[in-house]
């Protein structure tokens, strides 16, 4: 679907510019569309914080889910917009580079500025809580590959986040406090698909800005070489060329009701090259996604990336406002991690990764759901606590009617229940 979206889009801004446009006008389009698209990749996350910062504590909760991409898409239309009146009052002559060259260089423009937009438009809807094959099926499956995503035609969405990561590490950066877009977003629409990719409805993509928290002191470590075993008891140990970093977040309490529910794959790992130099936020960054978390002081719990993870009030021991995990990722030996990203706008620094020996003491956690039955009321037995399903004979013999969508009650008021399809 998303390449049939990429290839309507072309061939519509290249037969328009062929009939209705000239050079002049494409090459215009081209550049107010770029400019667009940078003052909206640049500022929706700071729009859309205004909705987003506590998550579904918000005054507008029904906008929470879709303040990205709304914002997204209002900066780049309003921006567009201006720019394109601009250029019209400044150019109201005709520009005419003569026959053969219009002909040819109509469409060509009009492709590219196609390319453009199906970019732009795809990554809007990457932002929103669709469901996992809209626009298109990034990852297949429920056991996905952050290193095998499709792609659309040309790479469009890549096209364009790419793009503006390139502009943004490099003279367009900011001057003062550099946080270049390809550090903070590296691989931009592989995070936004794994953001929304998991197994179950209910697990939000917006959480609050401030729900997660890793510990200044020794909060990332490395994993000890040996002696660390899955939870079937077999050693895991890391990639050839990779180092395992163990990470300690803290989720807390007060934003359970957004960040209690998630997957691995909402929770990924910034890293940059050990040789970069300048600030941290600078450059480029490459995503590294967790393996699974501390189930024991020598067990790790390993998860899909679509699993879901259930932290909920009840594993908050006494007074404790967060409930910290050991999450476990298999980092490149030539990186070291920067940032900490959980969902779609929740950011944490990470503090100098320490050796195995400064390791503080275990924090291995192990879901209640999966230890703990649903507690009977009093007075009745674990057996008692669920209903009986109806065999056959009971569900056909029952005696409440069977609806299959008939008239409302005011209708069967108004007709007797003359016309009313009631089983």
């Keep these: 679907m998303g390449s049939l979206v990429v290839v309507i ?4 801004c290249g037969a328009y510019q062929y009939f209705k446009g000239t050079i002049f006008k494409a090459v215009s389009a081209i550049i107010i569309t770029i400019c667009a698209s940078a003052v909206a990749f640049g500022y929706f996350e700071m729009a859309a914080a205004f909705f987003t910062r506590e998550g579904s504590a918000s005054k507008y909760p029904a906008i929470v889910p879709y303040a990205q991409p709304l914002c997204f898409a209002l900066l780049f239309t309003v921006t567009f917009a201006v720019l394109q009146t601009g250029a019209c009052q400044l150019t109201r002559l005709p520009v005419d580079f003569g026959l053969m060259p219009e002909r040819i260089g109509r469409p060509i423009l009009g492709v590219f500025l196609g390319l453009i937009l ?14 996992n094959k809209y626009p298109y099926q990034r990852f297949e499956g429920t056991s996905p590959s952050a290193q095998s995503p499709n792609r659309v035609l040309l790479n469009a969405d890549g096209f364009v986040s790419g793009w503006f990561g390139l502009l943004s590490k490099g003279s367009f950066r900011a001057i003062r406090e550099p946080r270049s877009f390809a550090t ?10 794994l953001n929304r990719q998991n197994d179950s409805p209910d697990i939000p993509l917006i959480t609050s800005a401030q729900s997660i928290e890793v510990p200044n002191k020794n909060g990332a470590w490395y994993a000890a070489a040996a002696g660390v075993k899955d939870a079937d008891g077999k050693p895991i140990a890391a990639q050839a060329g990779h180092a395992l970093v163990v990470v300690r977040m803290g989720i807390l309490k007060n934003t359970i009701n957004d960040s209690g529910r998630f997957t691995l794959g909402q929770l990924r790992l910034i890293c ?3 040789d970069a130099s300048g600030d941290p936020l ?8 967790p393996i699974g978390y501390f189930s024991a002081a020598d067990r790790i719990t390993t998860k899909r990336l679509t699993e879901p993870i259930t932290i909920d009030r009840s594993d908050y021991v006494g007074q404790d406002t967060r409930k910290y995990v050991d999450y476990v990722f298999n980092v490149p030996n030539d990186y070291i991690p920067v940032l900490l990203e959980f969902k779609q706008n929740c950011i944490v620094d990470l503090p100098r990764v320490v050796s195995a020996e400064q390791a503080p003491p275990p924090a291995p956690f192990v879901e209640r759901a999966k230890t703990e039955p649903d507690a009977a009321k009093p007075g009745e037995s674990p057996d008692s606590a669920a209903p009986a399903s109806p065999s056959g004979d009971q569900g056909a013999s029952s005696d409440r009617p069977k609806r299959r969508g008939g008239l409302s009650p005011t209708g069967r008021m108004l007709t007797g229940d003359a016309v009313d399809d009631t089983e």
Excluded: E, W
């Excluded at 600078?282 to 996604?289: D, E, I, L, P, T």
């Design 272 to 274: 940059k090259q050990k």
């Design 9 to 12: 889009i072309i061939l519509g």
């Design 118 to 131: 199906s970019g732009l438009l795809l990554t809007g809807l990457a932002m929103a809580p669709l469901p």
């Design 184 to 193: 903070l977003h590296p691989a931009f629409i592989d995070q936004l698909f």
């Design 282 to 289: 600078a450059g480029k960054g490459r995503n590294v996604y």
